[in-house]
């Protein structure tokens, strides 16, 4: 769990953000596909899941950006398929969710390369080695 508080305070420092609150969910297949049909209506399971919030009401410079759900099942299928360890792959699939939180968006080949390129850079800030076509499944 620490690799991803590291992994989304390098995003949130690179990406000119102030401290802001992250939850994360890490759950199984059912759990993220339940997630994936109430809020999306899509039913099917993926690996990751982003749910953006406005800024903290107060106006404090701490404030909650927002969610991620992470099917651990998926993430250690993702792990073997991309050759890495389910450490690295957990952290690439939370800071592809922080972006998608700060507004990125992969449903182009540009964007999905800008956020492919932000997420591996942060990986690699906080030690570890992901593959360089690392990829999220769609969702």
């Not at 609150?21 to 297949?29: A, G």
């Not at 406005?54 to 950006?65: C, K, M």
């Not at 927002?66 to 800071?95: F, K």
Request: aromatic content about 2%; proline content about 5%.
């Amino acid at each position: 769990m620490r690799t991803i508080q590291e992994a989304l305070t390098k995003m949130l420092e690179a990406e000119s953000q102030p401290p802001s609150e992250i939850s994360i969910l890490l759950t199984d297949r059912e759990g993220i596909r339940a997630l994936n049909r109430q809020y999306r209506g899509v039913d099917a399971a993926t690996d990751v899941l982003s749910f953006p919030v406005a800024l903290h009401p107060d106006g404090s410079p701490t404030r909650a950006i927002g969610d991620i759900a992470i099917c651990l099942e998926i993430a250690t299928q993702q792990a073997e398929a991309h050759e890495t360890d389910v450490e690295t792959e957990i952290a690439c699939l939370a800071v592809h969710g922080g972006l998608h939180l700060l507004g990125y968006d992969d449903s182009s080949d540009a964007g999905r390369d800008d956020m492919n390129r932000r997420m591996l850079d942060v990986i690699r800030s906080v030690g570890l080695s992901p593959k360089d076509d690392w990829a999220s499944e769609p969702h």
